[in-house]
């Protein structure tokens, strides 16, 4: 059986850019329902992780709806947990209605989500603080939280791999062995070879921001496709029942 994997980037808070990836991919209707070749299967989607955080000051403004957001201001931090909150309830029920076919991999965003045990933030000093009440913020609740206890850390189908951050197994545990290794950010750059090692045909990755699009290494096999902010996805076709590799994968622009 040939499927379409319709593979979207971290999303960081950007729900709008990704509720129009997936219409334009044919996956989601004008009411925000899985369509028919999702639900039948035919169509898998795979969102790569990172569902949280807004990326910077200005994409935290908009999401709120306000010129600037201020990171220490309780209010700014409510009105930016429940924009996310209120985004990932229309998701969640996205998923319910085709649990077969949409899967969700663990970003360590949404991994800090959980544990509250890392402060994560950015270069310029911004910190993603909207759901830690220790730090002016507030839980996610109970039933998104189990919700996110089931994503998953990797999907593999035949020999190929979908994942956050990278192909090895340490690349799927966010503790602080992750945190201190600078090279999950690299390895695709530096040791592309981790693909082959891994014993994969094809690997989908996310965690490094592609600032030129989706980016397909076709020698070592493997695409890296945080990439909603250039409003691609990736399409990648795969036979579930002979074919160890993809048949084709390309970026999309949407």
């Given amino acids: 059986m040939r499927s379409k994997f319709i593979v979207i980037g971290d999303v ?11 219409r334009s991919a044919s ?31 200005r994409e935290y403004a908009r999401l709120i709806g306000q010129d600037t957001f201020d990171p220490k201001d309780p209010d700014d931090l409510f009105m930016a947990a429940r924009a996310q909150v209120k985004a990932l309830e229309k998701l969640h029920a996205y998923q319910q209605a ?6 969700i991999i663990l970003g ?24 830690d009440p ?13 919700w996110f206890q089931t994503f998953l850390r990797e999907l593999r189908v035949g020999q190929v791999q979908f994942a956050h951050v990278g192909p090895l197994p340490a690349m799927t545990s966010y503790d602080d062995l992750f945190y201190a ?13 981790y693909v082959q090692m891994a014993g994969l045909e094809f690997g989908v990755y996310g965690h490094t921001q592609m600032q030129d699009g989706i980016m397909v290494n076709h020698t070592a ?23 160890p590799g993809p048949l084709s994968s390309r970026p999309v622009l949407f």
Avoid at 12 to 22: C, G, P, R
Avoid at 28 to 45: C, K
Avoid at 108 to 131: K, Q
Wanted: aromatic share 8%.
């Fill in 98 to 103: 085709a649990p077969h076919a949409v899967h």
């Fill in 108 to 131: 360590n965003h949404d991994d800090a989500v959980l544990t509250s045990e890392y402060l994560l933030g950015t270069a310029s000093g911004l910190v993603h603080v909207e759901f």
């Fill in 27 to 57: 996956c989601m209707d004008a009411e925000g329902r899985p369509t028919m070749p999702v639900r039948s299967g035919l169509y898998q989607v795979v969102l790569i992780g990172d569902l949280v955080h807004p990326k910077n000051e």
């Fill in 12 to 22: 960081h808070a950007d729900f709008d850019t990704l509720w129009s990836a997936l």
């Fill in 221 to 243: 096999g493997f695409a890296m496709v945080d990439a909603l902010h250039a409003r691609e996805y990736l399409e990648v076709i795969l036979d579930t029942d002979q074919q």
């Fill in 181 to 193: 290794d600078s090279t999950h950010k690299r390895w695709w750059h530096d040791s592309p070879e």
């Fill in 134 to 146: 220790a730090r002016g913020g507030v839980l996610l609740p109970d039933h998104l939280r189990q």
